[in-house]
């Protein structure tokens, strides 16, 4: 079973800081990642998603990825009360399967 | 605007009912999911389809099976519903493979009784 590790509890961060999240994957193999976030009672909605070892930013969110180290990790700079949710990782491993962690809280207090 | 549209958002049901859960979208994807998701479980893969009446087992088949008759239309079936199978039940598609953006449907809860 291909797996992806988040382990962090509810992360509170206050407005204007930054957001930290990780995650591990098992399968040496994943080549692309992606951080979903989802609202309370509302579905995922992808946010990023990054493919080779380095950094990619989108607006305040930036991924990190370490193929050697098989970590994934997710900077949301200046926090705002929006984006309190659930920020979940995935990793493709082929055969149109993701493997999905199961979600770390963030919480933004204004 | 991207569009998957799940029938139901709450439903209630008895143990041993069957049960259908639908899925529309309205984007002509070649690939539809069905996912549950569970408090400390997260999002598991249930069954895949990537063409019409094509379909695929995911991590967790047992009880469930699907129907894509149209390429916009995919079901999941509860043959006996079961209290286990209460959860949240979440559609999603998307025109290449999982390897691109899923579009998610806005779920439905299932609590059988």
């Given amino acids: ?110 | 605007d991207v569009k998957v549209t799940q029938s139901s958002r709450y439903l209630v049901k008895r143990t041993g009912e069957k049960v259908f859960l639908e899925c529309v979208q309205d984007m002509d994807h070649e690939n539809m999911f069905w996912y549950r998701q569970d408090p400390g479980l997260g999002l598991r893969l249930i069954y895949f389809s990537y063409d019409v009446k094509m379909k695929e087992k995911g991590d967790i088949p047992e009880g469930y099976s699907v129907s894509r008759e149209k390429k916009e239309r995919f079901s999941l079936i509860l043959e006996s519903a079961s209290t286990n199978q209460t959860s949240m039940y979440l559609c999603a598609s998307t025109y290449g493979t999982a390897n691109e953006k899923l579009f998610f449907g806005s779920g439905t809860q299932l609590s059988v009784l």
Avoid: H
């Fill in chain 1, 1 to 110: 079973q291909k797996e992806v590790e988040q382990n962090s509890g509810p992360l509170s961060v206050p407005e204007g800081a930054i957001a930290s999240l990780n995650c591990t994957y098992s399968d040496r193999g994943s080549q692309s990642f992606f951080w979903y976030r989802q609202y309370s009672g509302k579905s995922p909605e992808l946010i990023m998603s990054i493919y080779s070892n380095g950094d990619k930013e989108d607006g305040r969110f930036t991924a990190q990825l370490n193929k050697a180290s098989q970590y994934v990790s997710l900077l949301i700079r200046d926090s705002q009360p929006s984006d309190s949710a659930t920020y979940l990782c995935a990793a493709y491993y082929g055969n149109n399967r993701l493997a999905f962690g199961k979600g770390n809280q963030v919480v933004v207090i204004p």
